[in-house]
C-alpha cells in the first residue's frame, strides 16, 4: 500500500515536471518574440509597433534576454515558492489573470458536464429501454443532428434565437456590466442568467457523446447474463435497470466525464468568444498570439494540474462503482 | 467586422457542411462513434427518412436564424458603391452616457495598456498632451502657444495657467520635464518619443518649458500629440510603472476620470472630471461594455456607436435616426519585396510589372466584398491629407506587365509558362498569415498569367511578423493600420538613411535602396515649413510611384452608424480612422481650435 502510494506520487511528479518543461520550451519555441508585432491580427485592428529601441527594453525588463537554461531555473525556483511570474500582455501577476478568468471557465464547464452528463444518461436510459421503438429513433436522430454542430455555431444559433429574436437571455458578458446587487442571492441569479446559454451551448455539444455511449453500453449490459438472472430472481424491471443494468453501464461514462472536461477546456474558447464570455480559454488564446510566455505556461500548467486531478478523482469513482478495479 | 464572419462562416458552413452530411445521407463512418453506431445498426429506412427530415429542419432554423444571409451577401457589392444619402437631421449635442463596444486594452496609463486594440484612446481619456489633433490639423491644448527658433532646435512651450491635476496638485512646466525625463528611463507602450529628437527639456519658469533637439525634426509637434504628461507628484516614487495599477495612476489632466475599470469583463467607466481645464464635456460620462456582436448590440440599444461594414448598411439606411458616415481608408494591405534575398527584383521593371499584373480592383470587389480602395503606388490612401493626385498609376495591365518582363530579360524559353533568364527562374514563395490566403491565391492567380510563379506559404502572425522583422522571405503580405498618420512614414519605411530612429520595418530590412528618395526623405524631415514639405511628400509619392518598392494592395473602407438621438457630437482626428478616439468627440469645441498656429 504504502509502495504504491510511493509510486504514485513519483508518477503524478514526474508527469508534472515533463508537463512544465513542455510549458516553458514550446511557447519559447515559437517563432517571433511578445514585441516584435508588426502586423494586425485582423482587418482594422489597431496594433501599436514598437521600435527596436524599445523592443530591446522590455526583453531585457522581462529577462527574456537571458540564456534560456537561465530563464528555465529561474521559472522553477519561483514555481516552488507559488510564484507564476508576471504576465508580459496584462502586466498583472499571472495567479491573478488565472484567478479572474479561470472560474467562469469553472462554472460553465463543470455547470455544462453535470447537465450533459444526467440528462445524456437520462435519455440514453430511455432510448436503451425503448430500443427500436419511435422514442429512441427521434432521440437518436436528434442527438446525432446535434453532434455534428460546430459548437460555435450552435452558440451563435441560441444567441440569435433566445437574445435578439425572444429577448429572453443577455447578449454577452458574465455579469450586467457595472451593476449594483441588493445582496448575493440578485448577483447569483445575475450570473447564472448570463452563463444560461454558454452552458446549454456546451451541454449540447457534449451531450450526443454521453448519451450514445450510455445507450450502447446499456444494450450491451442487458444482454449479459446476470441480468437475466436478476429478472429470473423476480426482480422488479426497475431495480433490474437501475441496480444491475444501469450501475455497470455508467463505468465508461464516467470515464468520458473524466476526459471530457479536458476535451472541453481546449473547446471551451470558441463558447467564450462567441457569448464574449470573460473564460480562461479566450485568455489563453490571446496569450498565444501576443506570445506572453508566462501566462501560457500558467494557464497550461493549470489546465495540465486539473486533468491530472479530474483522472484521479475519476479513478477513486470508478473503485467505488466497480470493486474489482479497487486499489 | 464580426458579424460578416459570422456570415460567411455559416454560409461556408451551409454549403460544405450541412448539406452534403444531410442530404448525401452520413458519408463519414470511418471517423466518428456515430457513423459507426449507424452503420453497425444498419438503420432502417423509417430511422433514414426521420434523420433526411429532421436534417431539413434543421437546414431551415439554420437559414432562418442567420438572418437573410443570401440577400446581404448579393447586395453588398451595390451598396458599397452607392453613394450614402446623407441624413440631415439635427441630431442631440448633449448626453448624460454614451456606451460604446467594450474590451480590455489595459489599465489605462502608458505604462500599462496593451499593444494591441484602442488602449491608447483610453489614456487619452485621462492625460493630456501639450498639443492634441482635430479635423484639420494640431491645436494647441496643454500648451497654449510655442515658439520656435528660427534653426528648428530649440521649442519654448507655453503653458496654460490655473491647469491642476485631479488630485487638486497645480500642474506645472516641471512634470513636462519629468514626464520627459522618466520616459527616458522607464519605455511608456505609446506615445514615448524616441531616442536621438530630444536632447534635453529646460524648465524657464512654472509656465514655460523649452524643449531641445539634436536637430531639426518637422515630426517633432506632430510626436508631441502622443506625449501625455505625467503627474511629477506621483510617479517620482514609482520605480516600475508597468507594474502600478494603483488608481493613482490614472490622476491626470484630462477632461474624464476613470471611475470603474474591470479587467476580467472589459468595462471600463469614465466620468467628467471636475477639475478638468478646458472645455465642457458634452458627454458626462462615457462606458465601454462588452459586447459579443457590435452590430446586435447596436441594434439592440445596447450600445450608441459601432462600425459598420457595407453589407450591412442596408439594415440602417431607412433609420432616419441612425448617421451612417464612411470612415477614412486608414487601414490597408501591403505587398512586399525582399531586393536582399532575391537581387534581380532589384529591377523596378519587375516590380512594376508586379503592380501591372495584380488587379488590384479584383481584390477589393472579391476579397474585400467592395468595402475597400484599391492601393496607390505613391503609398499614402486617397484620404490622407498629403495625397498626391498627380502621380503615375497602374491599372490592371497585364500585357504591359509583360512587355516589361520581356524589356527586362525575362522571357519563358522553355516553355513551362514561368519566364526565365539565364537559368533563373521568375519564382516565389509569398508568405502571408492564414486569414491572408485568399488574396494570396488571387494575386498568385493574376501573376501567372504574366508568367510570374508564386507559392503561396500560409504562417501564422507571430511567423510572419518574425520572419519580416529578420528578411526570411521572397515575397510578403502584411496588414496594419496607421495609413493616415504624419507622412514621415514614407522615410521611415523607403529610406535605408534613416538618421533619427530604429525602424522595424524599414527599407533596410528588405535591400530597398534608391537615393532621391533618400534625398527628400532629408529634406522633408528638416523642412519646418507645412507648405514646402508637402511640396517635397508630393514628390516623394511620384518617386515610389515611379520605383514601387511595396505595393499596397487595398485600404479597407468601413462605416461608422450612430443614433443621432443619444449623441450626435462625433468628429474625426485628420490622420486618424475611429471618431470615439478623439478626445474632442466629447468635448464643446468652443473655440480651442481657432487659436491654431500656422
Not at chain 2, 455559416?10 to 452503420?39: A, E, M, Q, R, T
Not at chain 2, 507628484?233 to 471611475?259: E, Q, R
Request: hydrophobic residues 40%; negative net charge; glycine residues 8%.
Amino acid at each position: 500500500m504504502e509502495k504504491d502510494r510511493n509510486s504514485f506520487i513519483f508518477r503524478f511528479l514526474s508527469t508534472l515536471f515533463v508537463i512544465l518543461a513542455i510549458n516553458f520550451f514550446l511557447p519559447r519555441m515559437m517563432p517571433g518574440d511578445p514585441f516584435s508585432t508588426t502586423s494586425a491580427d485582423e482587418v482594422g485592428e489597431e496594433i501599436i509597433v514598437m521600435t527596436e529601441e524599445q523592443r530591446l527594453y522590455y526583453m531585457k525588463y522581462y529577462g527574456l534576454d537571458r540564456p534560456l537554461y537561465e530563464q528555465f531555473s529561474k521559472y522553477m525556483k519561483n514555481l516552488i515558492t507559488g510564484d507564476l511570474g508576471r504576465s508580459i500582455y496584462y502586466k498583472m501577476p499571472v495567479r491573478d489573470v488565472i484567478w479572474l478568468h479561470l472560474p467562469w471557465t469553472m462554472l460553465i464547464v463543470m455547470g455544462a458536464t453535470a447537465i450533459s452528463t444526467i440528462s445524456g444518461v437520462v435519455l440514453g436510459t430511455v432510448s436503451a429501454k425503448n430500443r427500436k421503438k419511435g422514442s429512441d429513433r427521434v432521440i437518436m436522430t436528434g442527438m446525432i443532428a446535434f453532434a455534428e454542430i460546430p459548437s460555435f455555431l450552435l452558440g451563435l444559433i441560441l444567441l440569435l434565437i433566445f437574445s435578439v429574436y425572444f429577448r429572453l437571455f443577455p447578449l454577452a458578458g458574465a455579469v450586467t456590466p457595472f451593476a449594483n446587487y441588493n445582496g448575493p442571492a440578485e448577483q447569483a441569479w445575475d450570473i447564472l442568467y448570463h452563463a444560461f446559454l454558454p452552458v446549454l451551448t456546451l451541454s449540447l455539444s457534449q451531450l450526443t457523446g454521453v448519451y450514445l455511449l450510455t445507450r450502447n453500453t446499456l444494450i450491451t449490459v442487458t444482454t449479459k447474463d446476470y441480468i437475466r438472472t436478476a429478472r429470473a430472481k423476480g426482480m422488479g424491471e426497475k431495480t433490474v435497470w437501475v441496480r444491475h443494468a444501469l450501475r455497470n453501464a455508467l463505468l465508461p461514462v464516467v470515464t468520458r466525464t473524466g476526459f471530457m472536461i479536458g476535451i472541453m477546456m481546449g473547446g471551451v474558447v470558441l463558447v467564450e468568444s462567441v457569448f464574449s464570455y470573460p473564460g480562461i480559454g479566450m485568455t489563453l488564446r490571446s496569450a498565444v498570439i501576443n506570445r506572453d510566455y508566462p501566462l501560457i505556461q500558467g494557464i497550461l500548467l493549470v489546465i495540465a494540474v486539473s486533468i491530472l486531478i479530474c483522472n484521479m478523482l475519476v479513478d477513486k469513482i470508478y473503485g467505488k462503482l466497480d470493486p474489482r478495479v479497487r486499489i | 467586422m464580426r458579424s460578416s464572419l459570422y456570415r460567411v462562416n455559416l454560409v461556408i458552413f451551409l454549403y460544405f457542411y450541412v448539406i452534403p452530411i444531410c442530404v448525401v445521407n452520413i458519408p463519414y463512418s470511418d471517423y466518428h462513434v456515430i457513423g459507426k453506431v449507424i452503420h453497425k445498426k444498419r438503420c432502417s429506412v423509417m430511422e433514414k427518412k426521420l434523420f433526411v427530415l429532421f436534417s431539413v429542419f434543421l437546414t431551415a432554423l439554420i437559414l432562418l436564424s442567420a438572418g437573410c444571409v443570401g440577400k446581404d451577401s448579393a447586395q453588398s457589392e451595390i451598396s458599397a458603391e452607392e453613394t450614402l444619402a446623407e441624413n440631415t437631421a439635427e441630431g442631440s449635442q448633449h448626453v448624460d452616457v454614451v456606451y460604446l463596444s467594450g474590451g480590455d486594452y489595459g489599465y489605462p496609463q502608458p505604462f500599462t495598456i496593451y499593444p494591441r486594440g484602442p488602449g491608447s484612446s483610453k489614456v487619452r481619456m485621462v492625460f493630456d498632451s501639450l498639443v492634441e489633433r482635430d479635423e484639420i490639423g494640431i491645436i494647441p491644448w496643454l500648451a497654449e502657444s510655442w515658439d520656435v527658433s528660427s534653426n528648428g532646435t530649440e521649442y519654448i512651450f507655453h503653458l496654460r495657467e490655473g491647469v491642476i491635476w485631479s488630485d487638486g496638485e497645480p500642474f506645472t512646466a516641471n512634470d513636462v520635464k519629468f514626464t520627459f525625463d522618466y520616459e527616458q528611463k522607464n519605455i511608456p507602450i505609446s506615445g514615448g518619443i524616441e531616442d536621438g529628437i530630444i536632447d534635453n527639456v529646460q524648465v524657464l519658469d512654472p509656465n514655460t518649458v523649452k524643449f531641445v533637439l539634436s536637430q531639426p525634426a518637422s515630426t517633432f509637434l506632430y510626436k508631441l500629440t502622443g506625449f501625455k504628461i505625467i503627474p511629477e507628484h506621483i510617479y517620482k516614487d514609482i520605480s516600475d510603472p508597468t507594474s502600478f495599477l494603483d488608481s493613482k495612476a490614472v490622476t491626470g489632466t484630462g477632461p474624464f476620470l476613470l471611475d470603474e475599470y474591470n479587467k476580467e469583463h472589459g468595462t471600463y467607466r469614465f466620468v467628467t472630471n471636475d477639475k478638468f481645464w478646458g472645455p465642457e464635456t458634452t458627454v458626462k460620462s462615457v462606458e465601454f461594455i462588452p459586447v459579443s456582436d457590435s452590430l446586435i448590440a447596436f441594434e439592440e440599444g445596447k450600445i450608441d456607436f459601432t462600425g459598420i461594414s457595407p453589407d450591412t448598411l442596408d439594415r440602417f439606411k431607412s433609420n432616419s435616426d441612425v448617421r451612417i458616415v464612411q470612415q477614412p481608408a486608414f487601414w490597408g494591405y501591403q505587398f512586399y519585396f525582399n531586393m536582399k534575398k532575391c537581387p534581380e527584383l532589384n529591377d523596378s521593371r519587375i516590380r512594376q510589372a508586379f503592380a501591372y499584373a495584380i488587379d488590384r480592383d479584383e481584390l477589393v470587389n472579391k476579397i474585400a466584398r467592395g468595402a475597400g480602395k484599391a492601393g496607390n503606388m505613391g503609398i499614402l490612401p486617397e484620404d490622407h491629407i498629403w495625397y498626391n493626385p498627380n502621380q503615375p498609376k497602374y491599372s490592371f495591365d497585364p500585357e504591359k506587365a509583360g512587355a516589361l518582363l520581356t524589356e527586362a530579360g525575362w522571357t519563358d524559353t522553355d516553355g513551362d509558362k514561368i519566364r526565365d533568364k539565364n537559368g533563373k527562374k521568375l519564382s516565389y514563395v509569398l508568405s502571408l498569415s492564414s486569414g491572408e490566403v485568399r488574396i494570396g491565391e488571387l494575386i498568385k492567380e493574376r501573376l501567372s498569367e504574366v508568367g510570374i510563379d508564386v507559392q503561396v506559404k500560409a504562417l501564422e502572425s507571430k511567423s510572419r511578423d518574425a520572419n519580416i522583422k529578420s528578411g526570411d522571405f521572397q515575397l510578403l503580405i502584411s496588414g496594419f493600420g496607421g495609413w493616415g498618420t504624419d507622412a514621415d512614414y514614407l522615410r521611415t519605411r523607403y529610406c535605408d538613411t534613416s538618421q533619427l530612429e530604429s525602424v522595424s520595418s524599414g527599407a533596410a530590412v528588405y535591400g530597398y535602396h534608391n537615393a532621391t528618395l533618400n534625398a527628400l526623405g532629408a529634406r522633408e524631415l528638416q523642412e519646418l515649413d507645412d507648405e514646402k514639405r508637402k511640396e517635397i511628400i508630393y514628390d516623394m509619392q511620384i518617386v515610389l510611384a515611379n520605383d514601387i518598392p511595396a505595393i499596397p494592395l487595398y485600404y479597407t473602407t468601413s462605416y461608422d452608424a450612430w443614433r443621432i438621438s443619444k449623441y450626435d457630437g462625433w468628429m474625426n482626428m485628420y490622420d486618424h480612422h475611429a471618431r470615439t478616439h478623439s478626445i474632442l468627440s466629447y468635448l464643446e469645441r468652443d473655440g480651442i481650435a481657432e487659436k491654431r498656429q500656422h
